[in-house]
Every structure is written in structure tokens, then in C-alpha cells.
RNA sequence: GGGCCUAUAGCUCAGCUGUGGUUAGAGCGCGCCCCUGAUAAGGGCGAGGUCAGAGGUUCGACUCCUCUUAGGCCCA
């Protein structure tokens, strides 16, 4: 964000750069509040926090002060990009790569101490050859690096012998013109490590050391290192304790530790190094190459790579990285792999790198003694600068002088002096963002530390959790959170990374717009996120299906409520049909697994689920069955009112279950409702019944859906025989010979027509021989189907012989009429 | 190259979790049919996987181990 502004602004100072920055940020801080509404995010909107508000970044820099305070920062010296004309650092999203000619050359580094390795004792005048492109930094060589595994030859060449990597020897070879060669010697690079080489240009030694970042791609399998001048040689020097040697100042320019080119810009003195290596007879083979080389994007001149005084935090002072460790089995990881990941990251990772030379963040609040030029940290002036931040922000630091910070008897500890500059680096963002738990829990009331809960992407093991988790154990000793959950990253259809140049990407709000917020997050419920999620058309068409399939289900039920007030009509429990009372049941199994499963985060089961109950249970058979009861009963008929009374307890308690999923949709539907809550988002899930729960009830209609499954498949097999077309125009006669069966169809017996949804049921007692055909497994009865005897009902459409029989309704069955009947009293 | 993760029907998920064992389940979609009093709906029936691939352990593996392939996140 800082590289887009200062682009636009290109000669502003920093309380300029600042103010356009913050601008930037708030802008899209309120773009992205407005997203999260739309998107049915529940957060405290007006008072959101935000790290670049006076109060937070008071809590950033009382959070580093507690880690001063505790001795763990430090200055250190790493590798950095640095722009030698512009004299600075630059970040990453500063750095363009541009083509460059550079140098090459092979260099060779002899070795000094052959007779400590058995390998190479009784080679004839041994050296390691090193190819580079950047000849300049040889001054700063301290180390040759090997890979371990890989196998190297030993290959002599005109009374010498030259160490490269095997796999590289052809290429080589060619290039060095090395035509009648003999490999006399083979050996992995684990054996040469410890030896030294000496140095081609000091008068000093180079150490043999081994990396898994030496690649065979180019090259001679022997990496010229130099600690100061690249990130995998000061990470790989770090491990051996190489100091960070750096020969050339911020102008880019030699200093006296390299005093043959003293003061010469390091772009000037490739030749002259290459020209003192052919000298010593020590460059094997020089050329020049063309390839990509980072670029000031500022004033584009070539940069380099510079260790510079960094600040640090210690991960083994105090021992925060085993106590970090530790303190990861206290906290629950959602999916416990997190653990794993987080722990292996924190067991190798680096001590942290603080410092950044930028001007939008929170300045580290030091000082430099003008007299010995100390870089100081004193907790005196990090105090006096949390006062001012807390009131103004961290603007006042580079607004007001230094005077402002640093109090009036304060001394240089080194010097005694009492003129001082300030710093101008600022923290790590992460640093930021790391000191949540200590700007935002900490400091409101209504929160408290550590957190219940931290949901991000699994990118954020190394990046928030980590840091979270280094700056409470460093300043607090302390968990900053209980438990952390992860999710995974939406891939398109074919499971691949959604980018620009692919041209894959699926925008949530395009979705928003096209299908609205709550299709949207079903989606997101239906996914396992703990994986990877796919995101595609068809997918999306399947969403949103299901969705209005639900959103359906609350149509209807709503509509057959149309006249149910809850007050007045409520029917008890003992009073409902079983058919009701099966209902609820399966409403209280579904409650029970549903609480399970937000308990366990698994919200894609909350959606499967749901989803699967309004389908199979409630469409496909409870309302299906339902309509005759509301449609031609009279209307305060107890059983009418129990089927309402039972609607009415379902979408209830569907509404609060799937608010948090379809908060817009359930809210709706909610307000059609009357209930006590005016949203079903200040309504709790509800307690369901005990009662409800009825297993043997449930066992008994188990039996009897299946039977009505076989009714259905002979339905089936009649529709196709042109015997009948609508289910009401069948009779259904079941046969059995099982006596248990037998007595509990004769038991349901009324109900029957009902349950299938035909006009009439016969059952009767079948010998055995007749059921032999039927599988194992399934239940013994044979289902036939023949056209229902009697005439078809204007009113409830189902046939029967008492159609006709009252003559002032000829064409109402004697239910219908003595239901009309009723009605006109 | 390293750490961690994923791979079950067209789609989304079950099953496999330190406890391997009859014909691998569901819903959607699809096909065929019915209905028209949930209608930019509703109902029924049916066809689809041998569990990414290879090898191993075992009397027996989707389930355990190894490798390979494809993909993801984070590093290098």
C-alpha cells in the first residue's frame, strides 16, 4: 500500500505518505464493512478495531515495551535489498525485475587442509569450483556451500583437481573447456564439510559448509556464500556461526575490510576482480550472461542485497520458542493438524525480524544518542511516547521533536550525551496485528484474554496465529486464544488456485448479486471447509436448488399456518396423531444431531443435515400426507389443528436451528411468526420436549414407511401398466404372513389410505410359500394394486362407495358432506 | 527441495477416527413416469462409484504402511 501511494505522490514526506496511506486504508475499511453487512456478518460495525487507531497502536507499543522490558529484542545484522543510489532498504513489492548483463565467472577456491579427510588426501592440488554471477560479493565469501546428498566428483584436469557437483560435470566441462578430464574421485557433499578452502581475495579462509538450498539447475554444485550478501547464505551462516561480514557501506561502496578496492562502487569493480582472480590464477573461466535481476522500482538501478542493523526478537532468550511450544498443546486446533503445522513452524523458524524501513505503521520508538551514535531502547522513552500515541496516534512521532519523548534528565547510558535523533524504522505488521490480544482483548471491558476462538485461513499458522502466539508468551507469558480453527482455500472446479491470469476467479459479491448472501453462505455451510473448497457453476446451480427448496418448505408450512394462532389452537402432545407425534421425533433426533454439530464446528453437517429433513422427511412424506388433514377437515378439527400445532413446532425450531447459517431467509420467515422475539437472532435454539423423543413409536413407523415404500414401487409398477395414474385412484391390498406384521397392519388400518395416499387399504393374511420370492432382509409382504372401487370425491379427490349417498351433495363422499355440513351451521 | 493437508458415484457429503471383515450409503442432479389445491411448485420409480494409481502388511483393506500422480497452504 505504501509502494501504490508513494507512486502517486512521489515527493512526499513521510506525515504526507502517512496521511494518503491511512486515507487508503479507511477507505477500504468501509468497503469492507459494507461486504461483511451484505454478507450477513454479525460484528460490532460502529466500533470496529483497527490497528492504525491511537488506542490500538498504543497497545502495539505496549506490547513491544513488555518485550523489551523482558530483554528480548536485540539489534542484528540480515541481509536486506537495498537500493545503493537511493540509500535505503526496499521491500519485496518495491523490487522489479528487469533483464541485466552481469559477469560470470568460475572461481576456484583452494583447498588447505586436504589431509583431514580421507576423500580428498591424495588429490593432486585440490580446489572447490564456484560459479556466480555476481563477482562483486567475493570479498564477502566466508563459506563454500555443498548439498549434503548430492554426489560430487573429484575430477583432475592438467596437475589439479577441481570439486564439483557429478551432475554438473558435463556442463562444466564445456564451458570451462576442460577437454581431457579424468574423474578420479566420488563422494556425497556431507564429506567434505569442515574442511577450508582459502580465500581468493583476504587473506583469510573460507569455511566448507552444506545447505538443501544448493540447486543443480547452474552452476557447479558449490555455492560461493556470503552471509551478507544473500538471505540463503545468511541463513545457512547462521547455523555454522558466520558472522555477517559486510564489506561495503550504503553507498554501495567498499570499505576497508576489502582495502585493495576501498571506496569503489561495487558495480566498478567486477572487472578489476575478475583481472586480480586471473592474476592469482585463481579465475578458471569468466563470461558474461543475460538474465533476470532485481531493480529499484524507484529509480530503477540495479540493487543489492546488504546486511543492515535489524531488530530482532529472541525466540531462545527466556526460552520463548520451548515455552511457545508448550503452550501449543494448551490450545485445541481445529483441525488438529493445525498443531502439527504450527508446532513444526515455530520449532525451525528464525528469531523475528521487527524492523522495517518503511514510514506507514507504528514507528519503533528509539533513539540514537548523537554522541556514540547508540541505537537506545529505553523503557523511559517508549513510555513518554504510549502517552502521546494513546492521545494523538503515532503521527506525533514524526511530527514533534525528540525532545518530546525523552525526558529531560535522561543521559546516553554509553556517553552521558543528551542530543539525540529518533528511529525511523517501523515494526513488522504482523507485529500489529500479533498484539490483538493485548490493543483489543485486554483493553475493552466486555472482552477477555485469552480468546475464546481465532478463525482464519491455514495460511495464518505462520502469519497471525504465530505471531499471536510469539508476542503473548514473549510480553505475557500466556495463550492469547483457547482454541483455533482453520479453514481452508476456494479452488475453481478442477480443485486448481483461482488467479487473474487463469481466469478462474468466482467473485463472491457477483454471487451475492446474482443469487443473493444467503445462497452464498449455504454454500459455504454445504462445504467441509476444513478441506480445500470447490467452487463451480454446477455447484452454485446445486446451491441454490436446495435452497429455494428450502425456502420453500417454510412457504408451505407458512401458508398452512395461515389461520393458526398458537395461542388459541395449540393442541397437546397427547393429543396429536402418532403421525404428528412421529414427527416431532424425527424433529428432536434432527435438534439433537444438529447441536452436535455446530458444537463440533462441522457446519456442512448442519446443512446435510437440514436439508436432507425437509426433503425426505418433511416433502416427500410428513406434508405430503398432511394436505388432506389441512386441506379437507374442517377447520378447528382437533386433528386439523394438530398437524398445525406440529407445523408450527417445526419451523420453529427449523428457523432458530438454520438462523446462523441463512440469517436473511430464517428472519423472514421468522416474521410471519408472531413469536416473542421480533428476530430469530434473539432467539436461543429451543429446548425440544423430552417427550418428544419416542423410540418405540419411531421403531413401529419405521415398519410401516417401509411397507409404504413397497406400496409405492407397486404404485409405480400400475402407473405404468395404465392401471391407475394419481396415487388416490388406488387400492393397495398387502399381504403377509408374518402374524407381527400382520397385527400392525390391522392396527394401522385406518390409517393406511392416509399414510399412501391412495383411496383404500385391504390387508390380509398370505401363506408363506407366497413371500419365498422376497429377499433376505426385506420385509415379508406382497403389495398389489387395483383401481379403488367406488367414485371419485369433488372435494377430497379420493374414491369411495359413499360417494353420492346423501343426494343433496351427489358427488361429496359422506366425510366431505358432514364436513360441509358443519360448516354452513 | 522441506513442513502440513487433500483425492469415495456428474455434484456436495457419510463410512474409514490408535477398534480393517457380509452386496460402499444419503441427498442433489440425470432418465422415465404421475400430478396440477406448495406451481419460476409437488410426488414416485430407476440408472450411476470398487473408493486417484501402484506395491506391501493380512486369511481379508475404501479403512494400516510405502511409493507415484494430481492439487492446496506455508516456506525454501
Given amino acids: 500500500m505504501e509502494a501504490v501511494v508513494s507512486r502517486a505522490a512521489a515527493s512526499a514526506n513521510p506525515l504526507e505518505i502517512r496521511r494518503l496511506c491511512h486515507d487508503y486504508a479507511m477507505k477500504y475499511v468501509n468497503i469492507q464493512r ?52 537511493c540509500r535505503t532498504a526496499l521491500a519485496e513489492a518495491e523490487v522489479e525485475y528487469e533483464d541485466r548483463t552481469s559477469h560470470t565467472v568460475y572461481v576456484r577456491f583452494p583447498l588447505l587442509d586436504q589431509e583431514k579427510k580421507e576423500v580428498v588426501k591424495s588429490l593432486e592440488n585440490p580446489s572447490i569450483l564456484i560459479w556466480t554471477t555476481t563477482p562483486w ?45 579424468r574423474i578420479v574421485k566420488e563422494f556425497k557433499g556431507r564429506e567434505l564439510e569442515g574442511l577450508h578452502c582459502s580465500h581468493p581475495l583476504l587473506n583469510k579462509q573460507s569455511l566448507v559448509i552444506l545447505g538443501e538450498h544448493v540447486t543443480l539447475d547452474q552452476g557447479t554444485g558449490c ?60 579465475l578458471v573461466k569468466n563470461g558474461v550472461l543475460v538474465h533476470s535481476y532485481p531493480h529499484c522500482w524507484r529509480c530503477h538501478n540495479p540493487i543489492i542485497f546488504r546486511a543492515t542493523e535489524q531488530l530482532f526478537m529472541s525466540l531462545d532468550q527466556n526460552q520463548v520458542r520451548q515455552r511457545a511450544i508448550k503452550a501449543i498443546d494448551e490450545v485445541q486446533w481445529i483441525p488438529r493438524w493445525g498443531r502439527d ?76 550525551g543528551k542530543e539525540f535523533t529518533k528511529e525511523n524504522d517501523i515494526l513488522d505488521v504482523w507485529f500489529d496485528s500479533g498484539a490483538s490480544h493485548i490493543a483489543v482483548l485486554e483493553a475493552r471491558d466486555d472482552l477477555n484474554c485469552p480468546a475464546d476462538l481465532y478463525l482464519e485461513g491455514s495460511d495464518q499458522h505462520r502469519g497471525w496465529f504465530q505471531s499471536s502466539l510469539l508476542v503473548s508468551i514473549g510480553a505475557r507469558d500466556r495463550v492469547p486464544y483457547r482454541a483455533v480453527l482453520t479453514h481452508g482455500f476456494t479452488l475453481d472446479e478442477k480443485g486448481e488456485a483461482m488467479s487473474k491470469s487463469k481466469g478462474n476467479v468466482v467473485s463472491p459479491l457477483d454471487i451475492v448479486d446474482d443469487l443473493g448472501a444467503d445462497v452464498l453462505r449455504l454454500w459455504v455451510a454445504s462445504e467441509d471447509y476444513r478441506n480445500d473448497m470447490k467452487l463451480s457453476h454446477e455447484i452454485l446451480e446445486r446451491i441454490a436448488d436446495a435452497y429455494r427448496r428450502i ?57 446435510h443435515l437440514t436439508y ?30 394438530a398437524s398445525q400445532t406440529t407445523l408450527h413446532y417445526i419451523l420453529n425450531a427449523l428457523l432458530r436451528l438454520l438462523a446462523p447459517i441463512i440469517p436473511f431467509t430464517t428472519d423472514e420467515a421468522w416474521g410471519f411468526l408472531n413469536e416473542a422475539e421480533p428476530s430469530v437472532h434473539l432467539a436461543e435454539f429451543s429446548t425440544i420436549p423430552a417427550e418428544w423423543k419416542n423410540e418405540p413409536l ?128
Wanted: aromatic content about 10%; hydrophobic content about 40%; glycine content about 6%.
Fill in 34 to 85: 459494507e461486504q461483511f453487512k451484505r454478507l450477513g456478518v454479525t460484528g460490532d460495525w460502529d466500533s470496529p478495531y483497527l490497528t492504525l487507531s491511537p488506542g490500538y497502536e498504543a497497545g502495539i507499543l505496549t506490547a513491544f515495551r513488555a518485550l523489551v522490558a523482558r530483554g528480548l529484542i536485540y539489534k542484528g545484522l540480515k541481509p536486506v535489498h537495498w537500493c545503493t543510489s
Fill in 137 to 181: 560479493t567475493l570479498p564477502g565469501n566466508l563459506a563454500v556451500c555443498l548439498h549434503p546428498d548430492y554426489d560430487y566428483v573429484a575430477l583432475a584436469h592438467n596437475g589439479e583437481t577441481f570439486i564439483i557437483a557429478k551432475a554438473m560435470v558435463d556442463a562444466v566441462a564445456k564451458d570451462c573447456n576442460l577437454d581431457d578430464y
Fill in 223 to 282: 555455492v560461493h556464500t556470503a552471509p551478507g550478501h544473500g538471505n540463503d547464505d545468511y541463513v545457512v551462516g547462521t547455523k555454522y556461526g558466520l558472522p555477517v561480514f559486510v564489506p561495503v557501506d550504503g553507498e554501495g561502496c567498499f570499505t576497508n575490510d576489502f582495502p585493495l578496492m576501498e571506496g569503489m562502487l561495487v558495480w566498478d569493480t567486477n572487472v578489476p576482480i575478475i583481472n586480480y582472480l586471473k592474476e592469482k590464477k585463481l
Fill in 341 to 416: 503445522r504450527i508446532n513444526n513452524m515455530v520449532e525451525m523458524r528464525p528469531d523475528w525480524c521487527l524492523s522495517r524501513q518503511r514510514c506507514w505503521g507504528v514507528p519503533i520508538p528509539a533513539v540514537t544518542c548523537s554522541g556514540c551514535n547508540a541505537s537506545l531502547l529505553e523503557l523511559a522513552v517508549i513510555d513518554r511516547v504510549i502517552e502521546q500515541v494513546r492521545e494523538q496516534g503515532t503521527d506525533v512521532w514524526y511530527r514533534e521533536p525528540v525532545e518530546r519523548f525523552v525526558p529531560d534528565d535522561f543521559r546516553c547510558p554509553h556517553c552521558e
Fill in 551 to 607: 425456502r420453500n418448505t417454510f412457504k408451505f408450512v407458512l401458508g398452512n399456518l395461515n389461520d393458526f394462532d398458537p395461542k388459541l389452537h395449540t393442541v397437546s402432545y397427547a393429543q396429536l396423531e402418532e403421525l404428528d407425534q412421529w414427527a416431532l421425533h424425527q424433529l428432536a433426533i434432527l435438534a439433537e444431531k444438529i447441536y452436535r454439530a455446530y458444537q463440533a464446528f462441522e457446519f456442512h453437517k448442519v446443512y
Fill in 612 to 641: 436432507t429433513f425437509c426433503v425426505v422427511q418433511m416433502s416427500a412424506f410428513y406434508l405430503d400426507v398432511l394436505k388432506d388433514r389441512l386441506y379437507t377437515s374442517e377447520k378447528n378439527d382437533t386433528t386439523r389443528r
Fill in 698 to 825: 419411531a421403531q413401529r413407523w419405521e415398519t410401516l414407511l417401509t411397507i409404504r415404500s413397497e406400496a409405492c414401487k407397486a404404485l409405480e409398477t400400475a402407473r405404468r401398466d395404465k392401471v391407475i395414474g394419481h396415487s388416490l385412484d388406488a387400492e393397495v391390498l398387502i399381504k403377509t404372513p408374518n402374524e407381527k406384521l400382520y397385527d400392525l397392519l390391522c392396527r394401522y388400518l385406518p390409517q393406511l389410505p392416509t399414510l399412501f395416499i391412495v383411496s383404500s387399504c385391504v390387508v390380509a393374511k398370505a401363506a408363506v410359500s407366497d413371500t419365498q420370492e422376497v429377499a433376505e432382509g426385506q420385509l415379508p409382504v406382497l403389495v398389489s394394486i387395483k383401481p379403488a372401487p367406488g367414485t371419485k370425491c369433488e372435494r377430497c379427490w379420493k374414491f369411495g362407495i359413499d360417494v353420492g349417498s346423501q343426494k343433496d351433495h351427489p358427488s361429496l363422499c359422506q366425510r366431505c358432506v358432514d364436513v360441509v355440513r358443519r360448516n354452513k351451521q
